[in-house]
């Protein structure tokens, strides 16, 4: 594709709900992080996948926040028991290797969660 | 821990104005800088980068002024248009490894005719 895809883009859940967010990298690209983006602020890193693998998941805030890669490309970002304050942007970025000189990272559109 | 820290929060600038956004970091392990440009119901895009061993990197109207000791770095946009209407972020990351991104608060630019 051309670029990162990420879907639904729009996602509202009543509190306590499951939910589950899908992110399509660019064809070929090693690395996939996901970042969380509050209203007004920045991405703030949640887990990174080389391939398959789940590096790092330091940034995950609670033990709801599960993310899988399992064939290396697409991920999904699944969150149990939604709460309000899980309200927020969802980002997905790929990026073609992983370690060297810094790879660009392309950022989807992201996944607006909004948590009733 | 607020490791990049941005200012200011929101700015507007006249059409053919100078815009500049402020940053600075605390990880002195850090040692490469982009900055991103978000538009609204976007993802943030990479505009232009910088290490630390460079003072200043020019693309265009976009220009990144680096201040290492200071640990202290900017970006000035000349000649604004309202094109450039966005959000702008600062950010740090580490090469080598994965290279996860530490980003700014953010700055809401308006450039007004």
């Known amino acids: 594709g051309a670029g990162v895809s990420q879907s639904p883009r729009y996602k509202v859940a009543k509190r306590g709900q499951d939910v589950a967010l899908r992110c399509d990298p660019i064809s070929g690209h090693v690395s996939l992080f996901w970042y969380q983006q509050a209203l007004g602020q920045g991405p703030e890193f949640l887990t990174y996948f080389q391939n398959e693998a789940q590096l790092d998941k330091s940034g995950l805030p609670s033990d709801r926040f599960f993310a899988e890669r399992p064939e290396g490309s697409v991920s999904t970002l699944k969150i149990q028991r939604t709460q309000q304050e899980d309200s927020a942007v969802y980002l997905c970025?790929?990026?073609?290797?992983?370690?060297?000189?810094?790879?660009?990272?392309?950022f989807g559109p992201g996944t607006r969660l909004t948590v009733l | 821990q607020q490791q990049v820290k941005q200012s200011p929060q929101s700015l507007i600038v006249q059409k053919g104005g100078i815009s500049i956004i402020n940053c600075a970091y605390e990880n002195t392990a850090f040692d490469y800088f982009p900055w991103y440009q978000q538009f609204p119901g976007k993802g943030p895009a990479l505009l232009i980068a910088?290490?630390?061993?460079?003072s200043e990197k020019k693309e265009g109207r976009f220009t990144i002024s680096f201040n290492k000791s200071a640990k202290q770095f900017s970006l000035h946009i000349m000649d604004s248009q309202p094109g450039d209407s966005a959000t702008y972020f600062c950010?740090?990351?580490?090469?080598?490894?994965?290279?996860?991104?530490?980003f700014g608060t953010g700055t809401k630019l308006q450039v007004i005719p």
């Open positions: 910088i290490r630390p061993d460079v």
């Open positions: 970025a790929s990026s073609l290797q992983a370690g060297g000189s810094y790879n660009e990272q392309f």
């Open positions: 950010a740090a990351t580490r090469s080598g490894g994965y290279q996860k991104v530490t």
